[in-house]
């Protein structure tokens, strides 16, 4: 079965600083991997997706993650943290549940940006 | 338009009562899903279906029950509502990318 773990429940930065938010999985089958935004009272939102291709993923917003197979990783970073990035981060993986293919996700990550 | 809506948006209800949540879907896929979001649980799988035909339980099943009336609609109910089932519910879609989009949500509180 898989699983995700999400490092740190909150992540405080300043406007301008480095985002990096963690995710670290477990999958018995070369997984899927995913990352969603939640703004407040709003759904989620796809950030990017790792599907096999490339290992570094670019997505919206400037935000990109690099998947790395021996550290079982797929940390999230932006190099320029907005006021606008506040918000709930969540990390998925895709994996089989019962012969068929469903996200297990992370308990999130509650980005807070100051000025 | 929304591709993914839920209705109701808001919902109050007593413990004892049935209530059903309903998500419709406009971008074709066949995969369909609901979650419960609990702060700091993160989001957790409760029934999807990959076709009109096909009802799977997810994580924590137990005290729901769906019905797939269409490909476009997926029905959750809550048969005798219970405190503990107060959370944010998501629908969600997807077709053979994997990749899942997420319906507004659902605020339900049972008091």
């Not at chain 1, 943290?81 to 999130?108: I, N, Q, W």
């Not at chain 2, 099943?61 to 797939?68: L, Q």
């Not at chain 2, 029905?75 to 994997?98: G, H, K, M, V, W």
């Amino acid at each position: 079965a898989q699983s995700v773990t999400q490092l740190g429940s909150h992540v405080s930065v300043s406007e301008g600083a480095l985002v990096l938010l963690r995710c670290n999985y477990s999958s018995s089958v070369p997984p899927y991997l995913f990352w969603y935004v939640q703004y407040p009272n709003q759904g989620l939102q796809l950030l990017l997706k790792y599907t096999s291709a490339a290992t570094l993923v670019k997505g919206i917003n400037d935000f990109e993650a690099e998947f790395k197979k021996s550290e079982t990783s797929f940390h999230l970073t932006k190099p320029s943290a907005h006021m606008s990035d506040a918000a709930e981060y969540f990390c998925a993986v895709s994996g089989p549940r019962g012969g068929y293919s469903t996200l297990t996700f992370g308990k999130g990550t509650m980005l807070l940006v100051s000025p | 338009d929304a591709d993914v809506t839920q209705t109701p948006r808001n919902r109050i209800t007593k413990t004892g009562k049935r209530i059903m949540l309903e998500c419709s879907q406009t971008k074709g896929h066949d995969r369909m899903y609901w979650y419960r979001q609990d702060p700091g649980l993160g989001l957790r799988l409760i029934y999807y279906s990959f076709d009109v035909k096909d009802i799977n339980k997810g994580e924590i099943s137990d005290g729901y029950s769906v019905s797939r009336q269409a490909q476009a609609k997926f029905s959750l109910s809550l048969e005798s509502a219970i405190p503990n089932q107060t959370a944010l519910y998501f629908c969600a879609t997807s077709d053979q990318d994997r990749e899942q989009y997420f319906g507004p949500g659902t605020r339900l509180t049972v008091t």
